[in-house]
């Protein structure tokens, strides 16, 4: 059984990382098989969206796989972290949304492909850390800079320096996860709020995507001027057209992603 399985239905990919005896450890296979579906899903017209979640009861991510680190030099212990990067900068600049579905311990490398995602939903029995610390070693797959840019510098440092696992509904409370779910709703929920993306019109989410994730990494003059670049450019879209014709005919749009 491969360690990365795919299935889409409903123009919603579903990516499961099926590890579940080593708790979906992040090996150097479900790395690779990760990446290769996300290239599929960028360039499937099909896909209109991702749920990204872990097979089993137990773990989303327990990490990356920690029985691969004592192989490593500092030469290739970077470059490690550095093909950890590229892959989860993959899942965030994917141009379409990627829902984490966090279905227990999110953990080291876990917690920041989570953080990678666009939305994050979380079962009740989630647990969500940075344990790096007790390892000797720090975040590499982004998490220093992505948690602390979304639940804040102070939260973020906590959780850095302690290593401490928080349940979901503290997830919650500090911003990291968006919803918390009953474990059985974790990917009904999950599709839901992809559905209701997908209903919207589909080069303005693109844009949303871009806006707020290429803004973020300039000043924030230069990020007001893409943002009006891409507020421009939807006024080339049919879907502009049809998006506003409907709401004056009191319609319903139809949006032909175009
Ligand atoms: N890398 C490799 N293997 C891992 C792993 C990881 N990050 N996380 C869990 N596993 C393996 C365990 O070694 C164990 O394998 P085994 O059955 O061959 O011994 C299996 O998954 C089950 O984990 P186990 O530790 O027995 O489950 P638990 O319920 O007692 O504990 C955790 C769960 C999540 C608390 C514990 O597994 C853990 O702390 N994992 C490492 C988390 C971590 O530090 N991640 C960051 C890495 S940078």
Redesign the pocket.
């Known amino acids: 059984m491969s360690v990365v399985l795919s299935e889409v239905s409903d123009r919603i990919l579903t990516i499961t990382i099926n590890r579940p ?3 979906n ?1 992040l090996s150097a296979e479900v790395r690779e098989g990760l990446a290769a579906a996300l290239r599929s899903a960028r360039g499937d017209d099909a896909v209109g969206g991702v749920i990204l979640t872990g097979a089993g009861e ?2 989303f991510v ?6 691969s680190f004592p192989s490593y030099s500092p030469v290739s212990a970077r470059a490690f972290a550095r093909e950890g990067q590229a892959l989860l900068d993959t899942v965030e600049t994917l141009g379409k949304p990627v829902i984490a579905a966090v279905n227990g ?1 999110a ?4 917690c920041e492909l989570a953080l990678a995602c666009t939305l994050r939903v979380a079962s009740r029995n989630a647990r969500l850390g940075q ?2 610390v ?2 000797g ?1 720090i975040p590499g797959y982004g998490g220093s800079q992505r948690l602390s840019r979304l639940v804040g510098k102070g939260r973020a440092l906590e959780m850095l320096l302690t290593g401490d696992m928080i349940p979901a509904d503290e997830a919650w409370r500090i911003g990291l996860v968006n919803r918390v779910v009953e474990p059985a709703e974790l990917l009904p929920a999950s599709r839901e709020i992809l559905k209701k993306i997908l209903a919207k019109a589909p080069v303005a989410i693109r844009y949303v995507l871009d806006a707020v994730n290429a803004g973020l990494e300039m000043p924030f003059a230069a990020a007001e001027d893409h943002e009006a670049t891409l507020f421009g450019l939807c006024f080339a879209t049919e879907d502009m057209k049809e998006g506003v014709s409907a709401f004056l005919e009191k319609r319903p749009a139809k949006f032909a992603g175009r």
């Open positions: 005896d080593k708790l450890a137990k773990a327990a990490g990356a796989d920690v029985t311990f953990l080291g490398g876990g344990p790096e007790n390892l070693i």
